[in-house]
């Protein structure tokens, strides 16, 4: 389990905690880890927790991170291969994840040369950002946190955690971190043990912890 905690709803920034079942219960493995999120914070997101009414609800285009408890996805980069464990997915030009609300592949990584140019027409989430948007980074390693995986219509998209530019550069709903710390998290996390992303503001972790059967901080 990835644990990120933030101290309240509207805050940008949080940190990252890893953790192991063992003999039933968690124990954390790994050095805590500075994070930013969506610049107007986060929301409840659409995950494998129960609907949450109390607190903001995430859409699309908010620029807030989905809070609750997610599914990991596959991970992806810049490069052919990379050292994890995760299915992985080395991005071309021709990928992108469908961020227009409407779209039959919403909330989806499509390739453009099978689905088709006209497909991915308004996308601004090209996943080679190095060849489309003069040499961004960003995704050059990351991974899908599964927001909305049914595509419920302007329940929000395509939400990853990905690389960060700086310790104070947000993000439009994704969760950024370090080079190190994405490395260390891709060559950690195993398909095999279901890992989950979760991300709550700390008062909502203290309420929904034992519920939801949390580590303790």
């Known amino acids: 389990m990835i644990v990120v905690t933030t101290d309240d709803w509207n805050a940008e920034h949080g940190t990252l905690r890893t953790y192991v079942r063992d003999a039933g219960a968690w124990k954390e493995t790994g050095s805590a880890a500075d994070v930013t999120i969506g610049k107007n914070g986060s929301a409840w997101g659409i995950g494998l927790n129960p609907t949450q009414n109390d607190g903001p609800q995430k859409h699309e285009g908010d620029n807030r991170s989905p809070a609750g408890v997610f599914r990991i ?3 992806f980069g810049y490069a052919r291969s990379h050292a994890t464990a995760m299915p992985y997915v080395g991005l071309t030009a021709s990928d992108y994840c469908m961020d227009v ?7 989806r990584l499509v390739d453009a040369d099978k689905v088709g140019r006209k497909a991915v027409e308004g996308s601004t989430e090209p996943m080679r950002r190095d060849l489309h948007l003069n040499g961004d980074g960003l995704y050059r390693m990351g991974f899908v946190i599964e927001h909305n995986p049914d595509g419920r219509r302007g329940g929000g998209s395509c939400i990853f955690a990905h690389l960060w530019r700086s310790p104070t550069s947000t993000t439009a709903g994704c969760t950024a971190m370090t080079d190190t710390t994405m490395e260390r998290l891709l060559a950690w996390l195993d398909p095999k043990k279901k890992p989950v992303f979760v991300l709550l503001p700390k008062n909502e972790y203290a309420r929904l912890r034992d519920a939801w059967r949390l580590p303790s901080p």
């Not at 609300?101 to 909330?107: A, F, L, R």
Request: proline share 10%.
């Open 73 to 75: 996805g596959e991970a």
């Open 101 to 107: 609300d409407g779209s039959p592949y919403y909330n």
